[in-house]
């Protein structure tokens, strides 16, 4: 057992018995979305128990999940602020939320600078970024960072964003004056502290189970002179905060009958920890495939979902795989179409440019056999395609079937159709006729 808010809070709680006054606390985002409760009430369970865990500021990304406007109001019930130095309203071209925030401990000013998932408004639902838009952030980081320097007299600079670990090392290489930079969106355990550009650039896992724990020996004129670097394992070795557990629990007592109804058994580790294709997805899209007898079945390369262990599935442990619960959706494809489709998501998972990469892990699939080459250059990465065991025919018209646009992206495709039955009840489908599933690794997407 690993993770939880309540076991979080007991190390924050510890940490800053230690070093009264000397803490910053921050969150890369990603946190009001995954888990039923928390979808179910648009975050709102989450409130309080954020609160109590008195974080200083935060990013986001699946938290535009219920619409900017429902997040800058979210924001305001925050004790702590939302940064975001590239997020703009449609309609004044102004900033969305606080670009930094300026904190005194021990005397020393430190600026924290946030930036948001570039890719909200780009490959995400549209209803993320409902009435605003995101740019990359490099420029604006550039700006900030040399105004609360000179304006703010900051002697610290210290970056929240959520563009992910190759994006920022990057960034990092183009922006001069920060100190420490703290990554996220691509779920890396950086077990040592990176330094580039005289900056320390860490990224701390995912799911809630780490935090990554920097002390910074800072000057009194505030140069960092040295530094020490932790990744934290938030495992069942930490107690719970019993206050905040008690919290926690409360949240889920509606939905805990629901939640905790057992549907059959998976004799495979369920898990989104791998790049080209993984169980968790695999169950998924064998349900969806199975329910419509389709030849390909499609998702999107999600990396978020604690993993299940082999053992008993609840229905708590279908919503966490799949949040949204969106409908299952039908369409025909051509051959052609789905070269094309996997072209372009390759590149986006693998381009050369960092900034160019988009989106999670390469798009999930059933039915097909897929060998590429990382290196080539974009448009010319697959080697081979084969669908149901056979060479793709590029004017052959196959049945698809697919969770989200994210699946079948709008351009592929055609008789797009959402039916009347979505992913959970698929997926509860599937399991109870089967009593017990698995879900191997099937080499569907290989690099050669």
């Given at each position: 057992e690993a993770g939880g808010l309540a076991r979080?809070?007991?190390v924050l709680k510890d940490v800053r018995s230690e070093n009264p006054r000397g803490v910053i606390a921050l969150d890369n985002g990603d946190t009001i979305h995954g888990t039923y409760p928390v979808v179910r009430s648009k975050g709102e369970v989450l409130k309080p128990i954020l609160n109590e865990l008195a974080f200083d500021a935060w990013t986001a990304h699946w938290d535009f999940a219920y619409d900017a406007p429902h997040l800058q109001e979210y924001d305001e019930d925050l004790n702590y602020p939302l940064l975001a130095v590239n997020c703009y309203n449609d309609k004044d071209d102004k900033l969305t939320f606080k670009?930094?925030?300026i904190l005194e401990p021990h005397g020393i000013r430190v600026a924290v600078i946030g930036i948001a998932a570039v890719i909200v408004d780009k490959v995400m639902p549209e209803g993320f970024s409902s009435g605003v838009h995101l740019t990359l952030g490099e420029e604006e980081l550039r700006y900030w960072v040399k105004y609360v320097r000179e304006e703010e007299k900051a002697e610290v600079v210290v970056v929240v964003s959520h563009l992910g670990y190759p994006q920022e090392l990057k960034m990092l290489n183009r922006v001069n004056g920060i100190n420490v930079f703290?990554?996220?969106h691509t779920h890396n355990r950086v077990q040592k502290a990176k330094m580039v550009n005289d900056a320390i650039i860490i990224q701390s896992g995912c799911h809630g189970s780490f935090l990554g724990r920097i002390d910074l020996n800072v000057t009194s004129d505030g140069k960092v002179k040295s530094f020490e670097h932790k990744l934290i394992h938030i495992d069942d070795s930490i107690e719970k905060d019993e206050n905040v557990e008690e919290m926690v629990q409360s949240a889920k007592d509606p939905y805990r009958e629901m939640l905790n109804e057992s549907i059959g058994e998976t004799k495979t580790n369920l898990h989104r920890n791998l790049v080209m294709e993984c169980p968790m997805d695999n169950l998924l899209?064998?349900?969806i495939q199975s329910y419509t007898g389709a030849d390909l079945a499609f998702s999107n390369g999600w990396r978020y979902g604690a993993p299940i262990p082999k053992g008993e599935i609840t229905m708590e442990n279908l919503w966490n795989i799949i949040p949204v619960n969106p409908p299952v959706s039908i369409c025909d494809i051509t051959g052609q179409e789905v070269w094309d489709m996997m072209e372009m998501n390759l590149e986006r998972t693998f381009a050369p440019d960092p900034y160019d990469q988009m989106g999670?892990?390469?798009?999930?699939c059933m039915g097909l056999n897929l060998y590429f080459k990382i290196e080539n250059p974009e448009g010319k990465r697959i080697n081979r395609?084969?669908?149901n065991g056979k060479p793709y025919s590029p004017d052959k018209s196959y049945r698809?079937?697919?969770?989200?646009?994210?699946?079948?992206?709008?351009?592929?495709g055609s008789n797009?159709?959402?039916?009347?039955?979505?992913?959970?009840?698929v997926l509860r489908w599937y399991i109870e006729e089967n009593e017990q599933v698995e879900a191997p690794l099937r080499k569907t997407i290989v690099a050669i």
């Open positions: 979080i809070s007991t670009p930094y925030r703290l990554s996220g899209l064998q349900a999670g892990y390469v798009k999930r395609l084969f669908i698809a079937c697919y969770v989200t646009r994210q699946g079948v992206r709008p351009g592929f797009k159709e959402d039916m009347d039955i979505h992913a959970i009840d």
